[in-house]
């Protein structure tokens, strides 16, 4: 698999709107279930979303659903997290990886993790 760049954060206020865009590079990458995840140094990295290799199917973390929208254009190699009404509790930075669900129902990444993209919401 090949490397994922993340792009798209930056600084707003609560109530704002960020998108943020994982951009991989790799002839499989449509094959793949993608997901988003979030860390705050120091803190265990925290699974927020996933999207199933055709887009048909969308999973959230309980903290993001009904504010985060995860979508993809397998035809660029591109995942998106569309982030409406972001909270202070937000503000971490955002990896992307393709993923796998385990036997618990949890999703695990498959690669190693790129830079991320900082998000920091200001209340």
């Known amino acids: 698999q090949g490397q994922l760049v993340e792009s798209g954060g930056g600084l707003v206020q609560a109530g704002g709107s960020l998108r943020l865009s994982c951009a991989a590079s790799?002839?499989?990458?449509?094959?793949?279930?993608m997901g988003w995840f979030r860390q705050v140094p120091g803190k265990e990295r925290e699974f927020v979303a996933a999207?199933?290799?055709?887009?048909?199917?969308?999973y959230y973390a309980d903290s993001v659903k009904g504010r985060f929208t995860i979508s993809r254009d397998n035809a660029k190699n591109t995942v998106y997290l569309q982030m409406n009404s972001l909270k202070p509790e937000d503000t971490d930075i955002y990896y992307c990886?393709?993923?796998?669900?385990?036997?618990?129902?949890?999703?695990?990444?498959?690669?190693?993790w790129g830079q991320g993209t900082q998000v920091t919401v200001s209340s």
């Open positions: 790799g002839r499989t990458f449509s094959s793949y279930a």
């Open positions: 999207i199933s290799w055709s887009g048909g199917s969308t």
């Open positions: 990886n393709a993923v796998r669900k385990d036997y618990s129902g949890s999703y695990y990444p498959l690669n190693s």
